[in-house]
């Protein structure tokens, strides 16, 4: 019996020895990870921002003078051609102020021509008298008179001209008012907006249409932050998207950049233009704007599968070094699509685990899967 104990016994310590080492064996083996090198990007920095599309000329058409609105030829988003005549106003007063001047002017030129009149009898007096008072015929005081009449009328014949160029310059006035009583299209392009109605009582300079010239590129003007503005230059290339075209990219580049910011919104205003292309983009339309920079930044990217865990702008991987499975925080710049975008933390060539590193603890043994 005693035997039977004490081979029972071996046998157990035997077991258990083999299991111990099998299981020794199986922790120093290292376990199998999915990994990928870091790499070095250069990234260009990108700005992103929506707004309205508008006609890069649009300017807001009035009438000179006041008056009432006579007639309306043109409808919003009407197409129109350079001198075509879209509204006017009443014009019976107008006339009747042209009509005025032109007879002011008239009544002016009657004056010069009686003060010239004036003038050539004065002359031919004040010569008789002046011959007269030499033979000692004419008494100084009667030559003294005729001098005084002379001088009067010269002073009556100035005070003529400029009565006439006065009133040559109402019937200007006149006739300028009675053009601009009419609103002509000052160059090819559309109706964007109208601001009155037939029979509306207006005032000088009030707008009446929004217009946008045909000959200008059509702009997306969008608003943007100081940190955003400070990276943007002239001539940035940039694609649109509408959602009328959602599957369509518009290429444009900006051409203005605002000097100042909005007094309200602390903004500043960009505007991309668009390149010539086809397809009928309406005035109005919110375009997605991304603008492509000047300035690239050196990062390093490595899959997003990659990040452990972040917090705000930091984050924690793990890598493979020397074997073994290391924890390593980084700072994040930007995620992506299916990129994480890194500013520190890493070098390229590092060897990132993209997937079992949450069942690894730091110092494990570890290699990539396809080794």
Do not use: W
């Not at 001088?151 to 040559?168: I, R, T, Y």
């Amino acid at each position: 019996m005693k035997n039977i104990l004490v081979i029972a016994a071996l046998a157990a310590v035997i077991s258990a020895c083999t299991t111990q080492a099998q299981n020794q064996a199986q922790a120093a083996e290292p376990k199998e990870v999915q990994a990928e090198a870091a790499q070095a990007v250069e990234y260009q920095n990108t700005v992103f921002a929506t707004g309205p599309l508008a006609a890069a000329a649009e300017a807001k058409l009035s009438f000179k003078t006041g008056g009432i609105i006579a007639q309306v030829m043109v409808r919003e988003g009407q197409k129109v051609r350079k001198g075509q005549l879209l509204a006017k106003l009443e014009l019976d007063e107008i006339q009747a102020q042209s009509q005025q001047a032109d007879l002011g002017e008239e009544q002016a030129a009657i004056t010069l021509d009686n003060a010239r009149l004036a003038l050539q009898l004065a002359e031919r007096d004040f010569r008789n008298v002046s011959g007269l008072y030499a033979d000692s015929v004419a008494t100084l005081e009667q030559l003294e008179n005729v001098e005084v009449q002379l001088n009067n009328a010269k002073n009556q014949l100035a005070a003529a001209e400029k009565g006439l160029a006065f009133s040559q310059q109402g019937v200007e006035v006149a006739q300028f008012n009675l053009r601009y009583s009419s609103i002509v299209a000052p160059a090819d392009g559309i109706i964007l907006r109208q601001f009155a109605e037939v029979n509306e009582l207006v005032g000088p300079g009030t707008p009446i249409f929004m217009f946008g010239s045909r000959k200008e590129a059509q702009v997306v003007k969008v608003a943007v932050t100081d940190k955003d503005i400070i990276h943007l230059n002239l001539g940035d290339p940039a694609t649109i998207q509408f959602d009328a075209y959602p599957l369509v990219e518009f290429a444009g580049n900006v051409r203005e950049l605002a000097g100042a910011a909005d007094p309200f919104t602390g903004t500043y205003q960009v505007e991309i233009e668009l390149e010539p292309q086809a397809r009928t983009l309406v005035n109005g339309f919110v375009g997605s704007v991304t603008i492509y920079t000047q300035q690239k930044t050196p990062l390093i990217s490595i899959p997003v599968d990659g990040l452990l865990k972040a917090d705000g702008e930091m984050g924690e991987v793990m890598l493979i070094e020397e074997g073994k499975a290391r924890l390593r925080p980084i700072g994040i710049h930007h995620i992506e699509d299916e990129e994480l975008l890194l500013r520190e933390g890493l070098q390229a060539g590092e060897v990132v685990i993209t997937a079992g590193a949450s069942y690894l603890e730091e110092g494990d043994l570890v290699k990539p899967a396809d080794q």
